[in-house]
Nanobody
């Protein structure tokens, strides 16, 4: 059983930056492809970014491409968010998918096995 704990959310002005972190425990982190999702009030959860087990493959939603960067080390996954916009306001969740494939990235929430509790990001205009 993998436990995921997000941190780094907060209130920021439009144009500002935040870095989210997700700490994993209870499993072999390198066995998991990782992803970030977000859910705004009244909206469905949506894909934001994903990274492969190796860290060599990444994928982004069009809405964040060029502004957000996903990365990982041997125990955490990060989401660097620059040029934040009010429409980025949401609860951000990290997720882990157990996979034997080193290079795969996953954009579908249904493919992920474990989820964190989320961290709130609020961008003021």
């Amino acid at each position: 059983q993998v436990q995921l704990v997000e941190s780094g959310g907060g209130l920021v002005q439009a144009g500002g930056s935040l870095r989210l972190s997700c700490a994993a425990s209870g499993g072999i982190f390198s066995n998991y492809a990782m992803g970030w999702f977000r859910q705004a009030p009244g909206k469905e959860r949506e894909f934001v970014a994903a990274i492969s087990r190796s860290g060599g493959s990444t994928y982004y939603a069009n809405s964040v491409k060029g502004r957000f960067t996903i990365s990982r080390d041997n125990a955490k996954v990060y989401l660097r968010m620059n040029s934040l916009k009010p429409e980025d306001t949401a609860v951000y969740y990290c997720a882990a998918r157990f996979t034997a494939l080193i290079r795969v990235v996953t954009t579908s929430s249904s493919d992920y096995n474990y989820w964190g509790q989320g961290t709130q990001v609020t961008v003021s205009s």
